[in-house]
């Protein structure tokens, strides 16, 4: 998806630079929602205002609101087929297996630093062995990076205080 | 009412599914199957597999196609836009305040530990998935074949969706 937005806003019609493209992409990322969507309604705001967002957030959701929508209507129909129902049979199964590799993928980079690791798994448990609610794990989880950056900034404080001493 | 209910529930899950759409699922199964019961699991797993085979984002693609279960077309409406309305505004706010908010190292710290929270909830939707995926030898035996297909080789997602189809098709007819 990413490199069609680039060739697209960056290459084609110019509306970013490369480096705004760049930031703009640290922004979007890193915000709550789909980052296709987010990333639409940043560059929709730089080019045209409002307006221009809300366009531009437009064309991002509707191609894929008209398709699911469609399947959504017709999949009750479909799925009286028994083929379609022996297809479904095998999808599933592979559906597990594409988030469990989604798993590996996303938390390769996270998971180096040792501490991420534990971390990551405390959450698991937090979350489907406790049935700790995700809204909570997410929350607790920012906390953490709080509290973390907190007790570094202190050190890094009285380090600096014992240097001028 | 319901309308209004739709509206909330994805305008709640659109302001917490952070660092890419798989959070979306943990969301989905609190909020949506196990709090409302809007979604059998086995549902959900039907509309994760249509969304992973058409494009766009997964959490616009649930969001219309649980809103369209739950209460038609315009189920389908409020809940897409329900699920972007926190996305408006947020990245809205962002980009007047950009660089002064994101360069904030308090910022950055906050969303340091989402991470590991977020690779927690992945694996926590992976497992749930499994336990409803997996329901005899055949399933299983797919599952581990895509696995291995998707982590060793560097065949596209859609490859593997169809291969497992095929896979099970060919099941249903020998067994």
Same mark, same amino acid.
């Given at each position: 998806?990413?490199?069609?937005?680039?060739?697209?806003?960056?290459?084609?019609?110019?509306?970013?630079? @490369?480096?705004?493209? $760049? @930031?703009?992409?640290?922004?979007? /990322?890193?915000?709550?929602?789909?980052?296709?969507?987010?990333?639409?309604?940043?560059?929709?705001?730089?080019?045209?205002?409002?307006?221009?967002?809300? &366009?531009?957030?437009?064309?991002?959701?509707?191609?894929?609101? #008209?398709?699911?929508?469609? #399947?959504?209507?017709?999949?009750?129909?479909?799925?009286?087929?028994? %083929?379609? /129902?022996?297809?479904?049979?095998?999808?599933?199964?592979? &559906?597990?297996?594409?988030?469990?590799?989604?798993?590996?993928?996303?938390?390769?980079? $996270?998971?180096?630093?040792?501490?991420?690791?534990?971390?990551?798994? %405390?959450?698991? #448990?937090?979350?489907?062995?406790?049935?700790?609610?995700? &809204?909570? $794990?997410? %929350?607790?989880?920012?906390?953490?990076?709080?509290?973390?950056?907190?007790?570094?900034?202190? /050190?890094?404080?009285?380090?600096?205080?014992? @240097?001028?001493? | 009412?319901?309308?209004?209910?739709?509206?909330?529930?994805?305008?709640?899950?659109?302001?917490?599914?952070?660092?890419?759409?798989?959070?979306?699922?943990?969301?989905?199964?609190?909020?949506?199957?196990?709090?409302? !019961?809007?979604?059998?699991?086995?549902?959900?797993? =039907?509309?994760?597999?249509?969304?992973?085979?058409?494009?766009?984002? *997964?959490?616009?693609?649930?969001? +219309?196609? *649980?809103?369209?279960?739950?209460? !038609?077309?315009?189920?389908?409406?409020?809940? +897409?836009? !329900?699920?972007?309305?926190?996305?408006?505004?947020?990245?809205?706010?962002?980009?007047?305040?950009?660089?002064?908010?994101?360069?904030?190292?308090?910022?950055?710290?906050?969303?340091? !530990?989402?991470?590991?929270?977020?690779?927690?909830?992945?694996?926590?939707?992976? *497992?749930?998935?499994?336990?409803?995926?997996? *329901? =005899?030898?055949?399933?299983?035996?797919?599952?581990?074949?895509?696995?291995?297909?998707?982590?060793?080789?560097?065949?596209?997602?859609?490859?593997?969706?169809?291969?497992?189809?095929?896979?099970?098709?060919?099941?249903?007819?020998?067994?």
């Amino acid at each position: 998806m990413l490199p069609i937005i680039k060739r697209e806003v960056v290459e084609r019609f110019s509306w970013l630079s @490369d480096e705004e493209f $760049v @930031d703009a992409l640290a922004v979007t /990322q890193s915000l709550p929602g789909a980052i296709a969507v987010n990333t639409a309604i940043f560059i929709g705001y730089k080019v045209r205002g409002f307006m221009g967002a809300v &366009i531009s957030m437009l064309g991002a959701v509707l191609p894929s609101y #008209i398709v699911i929508l469609f #399947i959504a209507a017709f999949l009750t129909h479909f799925t009286e087929y028994k %083929l379609v /129902q022996a297809a479904f049979s095998g999808i599933r199964p592979a &559906i597990a297996a594409l988030i469990a590799a989604a798993v590996l993928k996303v938390g390769r980079p $996270v998971i180096k630093e040792r501490l991420n690791l534990a971390l990551a798994f %405390l959450f698991l #448990i937090f979350s489907e062995v406790l049935g700790l609610h995700a &809204i909570l $794990v997410i %929350l607790s989880g920012g906390l953490i990076g709080l509290i973390r950056h907190y007790i570094h900034y202190r /050190q890094t404080k009285k380090k600096c205080e014992a @240097d001028t001493e | 009412m319901i309308l209004l209910q739709l509206y909330l529930a994805f305008a709640k899950m659109g302001f917490f599914s952070i660092g890419g759409g798989y959070v979306m699922l943990s969301l989905i199964e609190n909020e949506i199957i196990n709090a409302r !019961g809007w979604l059998t699991s086995a549902e959900f797993v =039907d509309i994760l597999a249509i969304s992973e085979m058409t494009p766009g984002p *997964i959490a616009i693609n649930s969001a +219309t196609f *649980i809103g369209y279960r739950v209460a !038609g077309v315009m189920g389908s409406i409020i809940a +897409t836009i !329900g699920v972007i309305t926190p996305s408006i505004l947020l990245v809205l706010l962002a980009a007047t305040l950009f660089k002064r908010f994101y360069q904030n190292s308090w910022v950055q710290a906050a969303f340091s !530990g989402l991470r590991p929270a977020v690779i927690g909830l992945i694996a926590g939707a992976a *497992i749930f998935i499994t336990r409803t995926a997996l *329901i =005899d030898l055949p399933s299983i035996i797919i599952a581990l074949g895509a696995f291995l297909l998707l982590i060793l080789t560097r065949l596209h997602p859609i490859a593997v969706l169809a291969f497992s189809a095929l896979a099970g098709v060919i099941c249903q007819y020998l067994f």
